[in-house]
């Protein structure tokens, strides 16, 4: 089976490495460890154990710092920047659907990328607050579609590890709220 010609592939910065992504499957048990009990610090795992705070302690569970890596043939690149979270993955996927020139946004954290439709082309350009920068590339809506369909697949089984570490530290419904959360799936 050929190699991907684009892959989307699920990253995170892990501190103290800086600003280093990390795709998700590279993420060690104890990286992994140590992603939770940063983002459940203070009194949060606590209050995630106590039936009466509960509620209100998952809405205070911070998303993950990360997003989604777009790699590709003749240096398309496109990283994840402050403010990304895994959560964007729908956004690429209605980037893969896009057909028209007026370009939607994907999420990708500041700067996020603009895309435009030109037939089965899909133009990525960076724009913030400013307006429309950088040029990043293009790449084949089929292309990108198997992207997206592969960094499903891989955020999925990442989730599956995420739920099984919070599973461990409170019950197993509050472990897939918290899980919901800290990957802004939608779904706790």
């Given at each position: 089976m050929d190699a991907p010609k684009v892959r989307l592939i699920p990253v995170l910065r892990i501190r103290p490495a800086g600003d280093a992504l990390t795709p998700a499957a590279d993420v060690t048990t104890a990286a992994?460890?140590?992603?939770l009990a940063d983002a459940l610090a203070d009194d949060l795992l606590p209050r995630l154990r106590a039936?009466?705070?509960?509620?209100?302690?998952?809405d205070e569970v911070p998303a993950l710092d990360g997003g989604f890596l777009l790699d590709g043939p003749d240096g398309l690149r496109a990283e994840p920047s402050c403010c990304s979270d895994l959560g964007a993955l729908p956004d690429w996927r209605a980037a893969a659907r896009h057909r028209d020139s007026a370009p939607p946004a994907?999420?990708?954290g500041h700067p996020w990328l603009l895309v435009?439709?030109?037939g089965d082309l899909l133009r990525l350009r960076e724009s913030d607050e400013h307006g429309p920068g950088r040029e990043v590339g293009t790449v084949p809506r089929a292309d990108l579609a198997a992207a997206v369909a592969d960094a499903?697949?891989?955020?999925?089984?990442f989730a599956a590890r995420v739920h099984a570490a919070c599973a461990v530290l409170t019950d197993d419904t509050t472990a897939a709220r918290v899980?919901?959360?800290l990957l802004e799936t939608g779904e706790g």
């Open positions: 992994l460890r140590a992603l039936p009466e705070s509960r509620d209100e302690a998952v994907v999420w990708t435009s439709a030109d499903d697949s891989r955020l999925s089984a899980t919901a959360r």
